[in-house]
């Protein structure tokens, strides 16, 4: 499977990534609100301080009837709007756009009488003209005091250092937060990836609780009492699904052992009446094929029985079980011109199930090699640590075209020399009930080598 199928198949990883981006939207969203409000606090205080500075003015301003409009403000106050470059401004102008007073000559002369005539109500500036650092901000708009006329105040101050710093720390928020974003946006998707995968937590285990449900352990059902709500439909239809699967795996090895069962019978009497005939049988051959089918029809009976009956579950050390069998069989072996050699370890090689049913698997596979090695040579069984047992022969070793298809029922390439494809796959039945697995290899020396592997205890 390609990495990207792998990252992207995941429905764990899709809704990290989902959150995730959900979550960067937001902050986006956010950072954008944040980043505009920021952007106005300069503007904002510097309304405010305008806003500030003509209600002053407005408050002080005072004329008399045909006279030139004066203002009374303290001392200290009047002091900010004189000088040779005064930071604070104001002006004065009618209805007709003359201007009849000014706080200062020298701005008057700097920012022109035209301008001054023109300045809108509203604020504006001379950033264009002058930067922001060294720019005048305007508010204007008309007097709002008693008996004062038909008049148009204008104010304004130079760009303070307040202004400079507050820009300056609009420009650190902003570049801090966005700084701060790239692992922040890391931390949220490893926090997501980790929250998505504790709750997919059910899912793997209903997965891995299907999983053993099959024709090797088919009374197996998932749990639903500790599945989350939105599982636990799933669940019973699956569990409903194993039962009619269990159902028809009963009734099918049912009807082989009692088919296998009744054909024994028939089958032994035919025996007996060849055996006891006084007169021989025209075809010598016949009696080695009824004692084939003997053998055929018990390999089916045992492949059935397998699957039915419980096996009791006890302490097994392969060595013992690999040695009685290997003694058992080693006469069969030097009856057809062959041997076979016996090593283990001297730890014991522990595991858990039925050892009649352990030796009845490695009997088959050691009768298996004994059928493909070449006559004088040996079959070797070897116990090996953790918990396996190995077999291996001389033959010709394992067709690949033949490898996928080892364990299968009735597979057989010794047709012809009696065999019925079912040994092998009582022994993957037998591997299958204690939890294990057959491994067929070829070795380098030639022959094949089948190992079986045990849980450890």
């Given amino acids: 499977m390609r990495l990207s199928e792998r990252l992207f198949g995941s429905i764990g990883i899709r809704l990290s990534i989902q959150l995730s981006l959900l979550f960067i939207l937001f902050a ?201 709500v939105e599982l636990r439909g799933l669940a019973e239809a699956a569990n409903a699904a194993a039962g009619r699967l269990q159902q028809a795996i009963t009734s099918q090895r049912r009807f082989t052992a009692d088919t296998a069962h009744q054909l024994l019978t028939p089958l032994a009497l035919l025996s007996a009446r060849i055996e006891q005939s006084a007169v021989p049988h025209p075809d010598p051959g016949l009696r080695g094929d009824i004692v084939r089918m003997q053998n055929l029809v018990r390999q089916l009976l045992n492949l059935s029985r397998l699957a039915v009956v419980p096996r009791p579950q006890e302490k097994v050390d392969l060595r013992t079980v690999a040695k009685d069998v290997v003694t058992a069989m080693a006469p069969l072996a030097i009856a057809e011109g062959k041997s076979l050699s016996y090593e283990a370890c001297e730890t014991p090689c522990l595991t858990t199930g039925d050892a009649s049913a352990i030796g009845e698997a490695l009997a088959n596979v050691i009768r298996n090699g004994l059928r493909h090695t070449a006559p004088g040579t040996c079959v070797d069984i070897a116990v090996e640590q953790p918990a396996s047992i190995t077999v291996a022969d001389k033959g010709d070793g394992i067709a690949e075209a033949h490898r996928q298809r080892l364990l299968e029922p009735f597979f057989t390439t010794e047709a012809d020399r009696g065999g019925s494809g079912l040994g092998l796959a009582i022994v993957d039945e037998i591997m299958r009930q204690h939890g294990g697995a057959v491994e067929a290899e070829n070795c380098p020396e030639g022959g094949a080598l089948f190992r079986l592997r045990f849980k450890k205890t």
């Fill in 28 to 228: 986006a969203a956010c950072a954008v609100l944040i980043g505009y409000q920021l952007s106005n606090i300069d503007e904002t205080a510097r309304s405010l301080r305008l806003q500030r500075q003509a209600r002053e003015i407005g408050q002080a301003l005072h004329v008399a009837s045909g006279a030139i409009p004066t203002e009374e403000l303290p001392a200290e106050r009047m002091a900010r709007y004189q000088g040779e470059a005064p930071a604070f401004f104001y002006a004065v102008r009618d209805g007709a756009g003359d201007l009849l007073a000014t706080s200062s000559k020298t701005l008057q002369d700097k920012f022109g009488a035209q301008f001054l005539r023109q300045v809108a109500r509203g604020e504006t500036d001379t950033e264009a003209k002058d930067g922001s650092d060294n720019a005048f901000y305007f508010l204007a708009g008309p007097v709002d005091a008693p008996g004062v006329g038909d008049l148009f105040l204008i104010v304004g101050q130079h760009a303070s250092e307040t202004d400079v710093l507050l820009r300056d720390v609009e420009w650190r928020l902003l570049s801090g937060t966005a700084l701060a974003a790239i692992p922040l946006c890391l931390i949220v998707f490893a926090a997501s990836l980790t929250i998505v995968r504790f709750g997919f937590a059910p899912v793997r285990r209903l997965s891995q609780e299907a999983d053993r449900i099959g024709p090797g352990d088919p009374a197996a059902r998932i749990a639903e009492a500790d599945l989350p």
